[in-house]
């Protein structure tokens, strides 16, 4: 039913009821009005206790208790927003990573929002603004939002108006919005704390995929390079030399996220395979040999399939391994000039 209040569904026994009653909010406002004005728009839903913040100390501290909702100024005293904004969607800052996180800013002094903006907020409002329109942006968030771009350096709301149609859209995720579930499916809040571990666990895992992805990326790269046979141009060295450094920093990283672990060991063991390559190539002073340069691509490959649930994939990713590992232990062919 379309009423605040008025029962809307009914499951097992249970009613659910269009109420904010439930829900856990901090507010970050240094203007005591504003904040209190906000405070009041959402107490005539049922809102009742938010955190009122008013130093980044005191936010941090109101974080710990896993908020539903925050509205927090960017130039709250002693807050480094961007940074926070991305500590809370890793985990690293509160418990709650799918928190609807609204930005409120004074563009007079705040001279560029654009890190704002890409910060991993779900919405900026700029002030003056009134009660009334945060109350309404916080409405829209209980309806929907927006696919989370989950990656091992970047996790918020995705903000792309077209697709790339290169894989990276495989980064998108659905997240938990416990705000949503609190208004809306207030009959299931014994499920709130269930959602968040399995979105967290989720994410995690996504984070550890985006970095696979993009060990076999950036060797694909490396190989469109070398097959261009553009390395002779200063320019596209350049680019060459950025992607390996990139590429062997990545593959360390899978290397020690998956090294000597049951499950995904073998994914450690094909990623160190691809970082011994980029050493090597990193010590050329030319185009590496071009049976090298094939490997790697066919090691990209293997990566992006040693995740599949599989039982033989381990095993196959192992034998692949060994024969690179034989390969690069008694094989030193000389680079070959471009």
């Not at 925050?70 to 690293?92: E, N, S, Y």
């Not at 654009?114 to 109350?135: E, F, N």
């Not at 011994?276 to 293997?302: K, M």
Request: net charge positive; hydrophobic share 45%.
């Amino acid at each position: 039913m379309g009423s605040w209040g008025v029962p809307a569904t009914m499951r097992g026994g249970t009613v659910a009821t269009f109420t904010y009653k439930d829900v856990r909010m901090v507010v970050g406002e240094l203007d005591a009005v504003f904040a209190t004005n906000i405070v009041d728009a959402l107490h005539s839903r049922g809102l009742r206790e938010p955190a009122m913040c008013r130093s980044a100390v005191t936010l941090a501290s109101a974080l710990d208790n896993a908020p539903d909702l925050i509205v927090c100024d960017i130039d709250l005293p002693g807050l480094d927003f961007c940074a926070m904004a991305q500590d809370i969607r890793h985990g690293r800052l509160g418990r709650n990573p799918f928190a609807v996180l609204i930005a409120t800013a004074r563009p007079s002094t705040t001279s560029d929002l654009t890190p704002v903006m890409r910060s991993g907020i779900d919405y900026i409002m700029l002030k003056p603004t009134t009660a009334d329109q945060v109350l309404r942006r916080v409405d829209g968030f209980t309806r929907a939002r927006k696919p989370f771009a989950v990656t091992d350096t970047f996790v918020g709301p995705n903000r792309r108006t077209i697709r790339r149609n290169d894989g990276s859209e495989d980064d998108l995720m659905a997240v938990p919005n416990t705000l949503r579930l609190k208004v809306r499916h207030n009959d299931r809040l014994s499920l709130v704390n269930k959602v968040i571990e399995v979105g967290q666990r989720r994410m995690e895992a996504r984070k550890s995929q985006t970095k696979v992805k993009s060990v076999a990326r950036l060797t694909r790269r490396l190989c469109d390079l070398h097959r261009h046979g553009a390395l002779a141009d200063g320019l596209a060295y350049g680019e060459w030399s950025r992607t390996l450094i990139a590429l062997m920093e990545k593959s360390a990283e899978v290397v020690t996220e998956h090294r000597g672990l049951a499950a995904t060991g073998h994914v450690g063991e094909i990623a160190d395979c691809v970082l011994q390559l980029a050493r090597r190539w990193s010590e050329f002073s030319c185009r590496p040999p071009a049976v090298e340069v094939v490997l790697a691509r066919r090691l990209s490959d293997a990566l992006l399939g040693a995740l599949a649930e599989d039982r033989a994939v381990p095993g196959i990713a192992r034998e692949i391994a060994a024969v690179v590992d034989n390969f690069l232990g008694k094989e030193e062919p000389a680079a070959i000039a471009g």
